[in-house]
């Protein structure tokens, strides 16, 4: 069941807006002649002024009624999720992950979508006796309104035991599913399978410690006046992709200033160049450009392919107008598939 819900995570979700519209009468020149005085009527100012907070308690007092002529309402019970934790496997690489969401499912509908941390109330309709099922959420192409669960990772069932209005404390762990095809691109620590196309260094390998992510290595790309472009790509590395499944480009990075990532298709000699996406500069703390975990989305790369011997993964670096010199930082650049 949960394959079928990772492969829904490509289905657009719209949200409904409600709006809310006040309609006010006025009597227009044409009504009869206004009515005669009323002795009434010099309390009406008095009235007004009093009309907001009467309203408020009548409606406090309504909500009271209801609590009272229904004392059993059903009332959630909630699950924390404070922290959680993403383990890899053996020989899987880095632990380094991104999870920003929780989707969380009964065994028929989908309870929410909760930002971690995050309290999940779930009610007795919702659990029916059945575990609920957590997913970890991603951004793909690290944007925040393209929220989705994560094909790779393992889901985890939950059962909810607590009476309602308990607290149940979770530490969810998440793996990689079994059936995931990882494919290895670079985390340069014994090697660098990027060519340079032309421009610059290319991408260099550095020990610095100011220059790496984890490990004892990272890639570096640098543009400056002199050299403007540095575009690189893997060398003879040809990876199969497929269209019609999930592929993920996984990758640690740092840069004061955009750059791009894509895919060269390859089929009977001839190589087509697919952009992925642009990435825009990380934050700054404390004056040091802060590392950052991304999700590309390379699906719509490998159907524009169509058919394809291979693939190879690209990087390009433009300098951006009016800077003198820009640098871009990588590590643990890996493919995730079926």
């Known amino acids: 069941m949960w394959k079928t819900?990772?492969?829904?995570?490509?289905?657009?979700?719209?949200?409904?807006?409600?709006?809310?519209?006040?309609?006010?009468?006025?009597?227009?020149?044409?009504?009869?002649?206004?009515?005669?005085?009323?002795?009434?009527?010099?309390?009406?100012?008095?009235?007004?002024?009093?009309?907001?907070?009467?309203?408020?308690s009548l409606v406090l007092m309504g909500l009271w009624g209801c609590s009272l002529m229904d004392p059993d309402q059903d009332i959630p019970a909630y699950l924390v999720i404070a922290d959680w934790e993403f383990t890899p496997g053996e020989d899987q690489g880095t632990a380094s992950t991104n999870i920003t969401d929780l989707w969380v499912y009964s065994a028929?509908?989908?309870?929410?979508?909760?930002?971690?941390?995050?309290?999940?109330?779930?009610?007795?309709?919702?659990?029916?006796?059945?575990?609920v099922t957590l997913l970890a959420g991603i951004r793909e192409n690290g944007i925040s309104n393209s929220r989705a669960p994560y094909p790779f990772y393992t889901t985890v069932d939950q059962e909810v035991l607590g009476s309602p209005g308990s607290r149940d404390t979770?530490?969810?762990?998440?793996?990689?599913?079994?059936?995931?095809?990882?494919?290895?691109?670079?985390?340069?620590?014994?090697?660098?399978?990027?060519?340079?196309?032309?421009?610059?260094?290319?991408?260099?390998?550095?020990?610095?410690?100011?220059?790496?992510?984890?490990?004892?290595?990272?890639?570096?790309?640098?543009?400056?006046?002199?050299?403007?472009?540095?575009?690189?790509?893997?060398?003879?590395?040809?990876?199969?992709?497929?269209?019609?499944?999930?592929?993920?480009l996984e990758l640690d990075y740092?840069?004061?200033?955009?750059?791009?990532?894509?895919?060269?298709?390859?089929?009977?000699?001839?190589?087509?160049?697919?952009?992925?996406?642009?990435?825009?500069?990380?934050?700054?703390?404390?004056?040091?450009?802060?590392?950052n975990k991304l999700y590309v989305d390379l699906s719509q790369s490998i159907t524009a392919q169509g058919v394809a011997d291979h693939f190879e993964v690209y990087v390009e670096c433009i300098l951006e107008a009016g800077r003198e010199s820009g640098s871009v930082g990588l590590d643990n650049l890996r493919i995730l598939t079926y």
Request: with cysteine; hydrophobic share 35%.
């Open 170 to 248: 979770l530490h969810p762990e998440f793996y990689l599913v079994e059936d995931v095809r990882l494919i290895r691109v670079e985390d340069f620590e014994n090697s660098n399978v990027f060519g340079n196309l032309g421009g610059g260094a290319g991408l260099v390998r550095l020990d610095a410690q100011d220059a790496v992510f984890e490990g004892e290595y990272a890639g570096r790309m640098e543009v400056n006046a002199d050299a403007p472009l540095c575009r690189v790509r893997t060398v003879e590395q040809e990876f199969e992709l497929n269209s019609g499944v999930p592929a993920f």
């Open 5 to 56: 819900i990772r492969a829904a995570i490509y289905e657009k979700h719209k949200g409904h807006r409600f709006r809310l519209e006040k309609v006010k009468s006025e009597r227009t020149e044409s009504d009869p002649q206004p009515p005669e005085p009323n002795p009434n009527m010099r309390f009406r100012p008095l009235l007004r002024k009093l009309s907001s907070p009467l309203h408020f």
């Open 254 to 291: 740092r840069c004061d200033q955009s750059f791009a990532l894509g895919l060269y298709g390859y089929r009977d000699g001839t190589e087509s160049k697919h952009l992925a996406l642009v990435v825009n500069p990380t934050e700054e703390v404390v004056g040091e450009v802060n590392w």
């Open 108 to 131: 028929t509908d989908v309870i929410g979508v909760f930002p971690l941390p995050a309290i999940v109330p779930v009610l007795p309709q919702d659990a029916n006796g059945s575990p």
